[in-house]
């Protein structure tokens, strides 16, 4: 019984100390000496040649768009970046361990690139992913609140166009290299499905842009997402168009009002105060210091200025009603006194024609 007990405790320690050594993460640790505290690996830009430039690979995918303030011109967008960049020091054979292909390790034990959004800061996550052929990979999930200038003379049939920008803070495209992983159509298509908030937005596509841009001597390397985002713009149908055309339409129709009733005047006053309180939730949502006005704004005022003549003309044509009832006097209602005036006319013409 001792002598299996033996055998079988001899078996075991015979399979595991065959493989404690490349199975255990803490082996690959030890073979890529990260078990220390390497300072060297975390200061230095992990490259043998010192010439040779890091190709720092991103990846950014749009989780929503939560806001955008047409007043203050910025977007609030929730985003998720891949970065990706080689060490040439880390490198390791997968079948030596167990087939081992990935190994999570805290992010202040590398060098990272400082590559930052120009639009925003970022915040990433602690740990990086590295893998056997010395490919690191680090991701970041983040509430974005970047400035873009909105154009909003179409509005609210406009399309805007965002720029989210990638840059490294200190080096230049000598040093540092920016790319991307996948392509712009298939990160438009991944941000679509992955997409659960977007508000009165929707996602038209992302491009993306890569560029060299010279900064006093530095001549560095920008990778810019255009995300072209456009509105719907059904809501704005609804609640401020329709309802101005209405105005205008009720606003001629009361052209039939008779005169007589007196509630003409009333009634385009009302209309006109309507139309103020449609101006007054444009100002909310429209920036004043757009140069060129939006269309909707000139649609407004045409309206409201419409409807203001409108005004003056029915207090006019009071006037001068009211004027000519007066000076018939033995008139008992309006409507009687332009009987009399037409008689009067009568009269009058039946005097002068026979001359
Ligand atoms: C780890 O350090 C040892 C001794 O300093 C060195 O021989 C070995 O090449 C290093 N391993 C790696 C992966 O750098
Ligand atoms: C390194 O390995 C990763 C993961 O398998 C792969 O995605 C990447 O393309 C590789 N990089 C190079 C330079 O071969
Ligand atoms: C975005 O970047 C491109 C390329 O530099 C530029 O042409 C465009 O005007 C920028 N758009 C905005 C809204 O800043
Ligand atoms: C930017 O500069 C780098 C190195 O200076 C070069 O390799 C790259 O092709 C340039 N990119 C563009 C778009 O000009």
Redo the contacts with the bound molecule.
Sequence with gaps: MSALRTLAFLALFGVSSSQTSDCSYVGLLTHLNLTTTNDLLATMRPVKVWTTPSLVQLDMLLYGILEVDEKSQTVTTHIWVETRW?TEYLTWNPNDFCGI?MLTVPRSTLWLPDVEILEDSIHRSSVVNL???G?VAGTARERLTSTCRLNLIMFPFDTQECNITFSSMTSDGNAIQLGSVNTDKALTYISEQLMVTKGEWELVKMEILSFNYSKTTLNKQKLTYKVIISRKPMLYVINLIIPLLYFLILDLASFFISEARGEKLGFKVTLLLSISVMLLILKDILPSTENKLPWIASYCLAIFTFVGLSVLEAMLVGYLYDLDGCCSMTAQSPADAQVDILVEDDNHKGKVSPK
Excluded: K, Q
């Design positions: 080689t292909n893998y056997p052929n490919s």
